[in-house]
């Protein structure tokens, strides 16, 4: 018996250092085990039993350290889970700003300004020129009448600055015209030469249907002498003013308010002819 337990302790010191305690413990159950059985027996040890116990309890005690250094290893894949899934509930949630944002405005379509009509005429309330060198003052009158707007002749002659002679140019009915109607919408265009060129005659088609489409009546100073849609001849060498108050065929055909003659007040000419007759003048749309 006791060459059997020296071999044993000896073999558990020369095992791993937490075997000691494993050793140290087994010495005791067996010293412990021995004694009581000799002091119950007398001279006769009970082996089987002690050696049993011994070996249970040497396999409970060195199995532990294996089970403790285990636990670490499975312990650490838990801790670590929630840092792992926090990640990808973080990815699948939308973002709100994302959500939220808006449209870029330079990328939204604007709504296109509408079509002006084919054919327009305004309303407007007819005068004829009181004296002969008034023709700009009821010019004016007549195109301010379709706006809505009442003027007199003479107020109209004292701030455009007629004189015998006449109204100046197309500067001054666009500075009258402005001073009454808001926002300064008009603008004066100038026709040089013996003759209106192809762009004239377009800008002039242009310019009278904005401005009839805005309600507004178009002052044009002429010289010399044109035919209108009837056949009928009108001459004004030293120059004469009128008013445009409609248009046809997209601004192909004009309507023009005449103070000259009130048994004959308006008439309808192509704008190509109206372009050539402001040749050398201007006009204020």
Known sequence: MKHTLSRRLRRLVSERPYQLVAGSAVALVLATGTGAALAGT????????????????????????????AAPTTAAPSSAAPASAAPASAAASPSPKASSATPDPDL????????????????????????GYYCGPAA????????????SQDALASQLGTTFAG???????TRVLNAVVKGDPYETTMIRGGAATPAQMDQLQADVVAA????RGVVVNVAGSVTDT????????????????????????????DSADASYPSYWLSTIDLANWAATRGYSA
Request: hydrophobic share 35%; aromatic share 4%.
């Open 212 to 215: 009839i489409t805005d309600g």
């Open 140 to 151: 004016v009158r007549n195109a301010l009448s379709a706006a809505g707007v009442a003027r």
């Open 230 to 257: 009837d056949g009928r001849w009108h001459s004004f060498p030293g120059g004469h003013y009128i008013a445009v108050v409609g248009y046809q065929d997209s601004g192909r055909l004009v309507k023009i308010a």
């Open 167 to 173: 109204t100046n140019s197309a500067e001054d009915t």
């Open 42 to 69: 007398g001279n006769t040890p009970a082996p089987t039993q002690t050696t049993t116990a011994a070996a249970e309890l040497l396999s409970d005690t060195v199995a532990a350290p294996s089970q403790a250094e």
């Open 108 to 131: 939204v379509s604007k709504k296109a300004a509408p079509k002006p009509p084919a054919s327009k005429v305004l309303e407007y309330d007819h005068e004829a020129q009181i004296n």
